[in-house]
């Protein structure tokens, strides 16, 4: 049997990608943090590691000697610059502690879970070959993911193949704290209106199993785009509102207003100590308008696009059957 190492194995992907792997027979050890809550990972045949990929000791020794896959699938995903230097030891020094670990195992493999941010604030369709501005971006994400895919790249360069996934927006099951807090919000009528922007999704089941076929048919040093459903806002307000049967804002605010008020509500945050409701970097995002086709992906990694509806209905459901959502 194969055997893989997870990093990330108790968050949103790192779930979705041990329950593949393990269904397909993988042996897996997940790391984790002593404080991680492992109410999900223990429901699957894994073996488990305490330690952080900001501790190169305690992540060096729990790499099993010349494991066939790393998954490095743990990242940063903050959205607030008062926490960005916890974010750049994550996703920089992070990723850098995981490759020298891989190296220093004997890994036949790395898969690095980046991010379509690593490409910076682009418009328009964005493709593996488009100039990446993350270096100079003002974003910390979307600096550091490309900061740590140079990580990557240098440890190719030592002779670790790996392999670049770039996921866009992912929506379904075992998510918690991404796109699933709109799913609460909606539920709650907590939303004033819907941010004017287009972004592009992807089934997170669709997205791990890339990850794995990237194993045998990924090009080392190569990068592939994980999206294909292009959505706007609207159309994923839309689609959450009718799968639980619930209102959802009439109003698609200006892109000039949701900057401003990202300023002012991160400023106020600032005074009381509470963490923004909107920052200058989720209005950003937000208000931007992105197409990511995913055709490497799809033509080389037998990628598949799936219907936004299919990937709120699921999301959803997963939602309901743990108990995190009524059934409308």
């Known amino acids: 049997m194969p055997s893989a190492f997870v990093t990330g194995g108790t968050g949103f992907v790192g779930l979705n990608l041990i329950a593949e792997l ?6 897996v050890t997940a790391l984790h943090r002593p404080t991680s809550d492992l109410t999900y990972l223990a429901r699957f045949p894994v073996q488990r590691a305490i330690g952080s990929i900001t501790d190169p000791a305690a992540l060096a020794a729990a790499v099993p000697p010349e494991v066939d896959v790393v998954f490095h699938v743990a990242g940063n995903t903050n959205q607030w610059s008062r926490q960005n230097d916890a974010q750049t030891l994550d996703n920089v020094d992070g990723t850098e502690n995981v490759v020298r670990a891989a190296l220093q195992a004997g890994a036949k493999r790395l898969i690095h879970t980046s991010s379509i941010s690593a490409y910076g604030d682009i418009g328009g369709r964005l493709e593996e070959s488009t100039p990446s501005r993350a270096a100079r971006s003002w974003i910390n994400y979307q600096r550091t993911k490309w900061l740590g895919e140079e990580k990557v790249r240098a440890g190719i360069a030592q002779g670790l193949p790996a392999v670049i996934m770039n996921p866009g927006g992912i929506l379904g099951p075992y998510d918690l704290h991404t796109w699933a807090r709109l799913f609460v919000l909606i539920d709650k009528g907590g939303l004033p ?6 972004t592009s999704f992807a089934h997170v089941r669709e997205v791990v199993k890339a990850h794995i076929a990237a194993v045998d048919h990924g090009r080392v040093g190569e990068n592939y785009l994980l999206a294909g459903t292009d959505a706007s806002y609207l159309d994923l307000f839309t689609a959450i509102g009718r799968v639980m049967g619930k209102p959802i804002p009439k109003r698609v605010l200006p892109a000039a207003f949701l900057r401003l008020y990202a300023r002012v509500d991160t400023a106020l ?26 055709i490497k992906a799809q033509r080389e990694l037998g990628f598949r696009t799936v219907p936004l509806e299919t990937m709120v209905k699921d999301c959803y459901d997963w939602l309901v059957a743990e108990g995190k959502l009524g059934r409308g």
């Open 193 to 198: 209106g819907i941010p004017p922007g287009v």
């Open 269 to 294: 945050a600032a005074l009381k100590g509470n963490p923004p409701t909107l920052t200058p970097e989720m209005a950003a995002s937000t208000t931007r308008r992105l197409s990511v086709p995913s």
């Open 22 to 27: 393990a269904a397909r027979g993988w042996t």
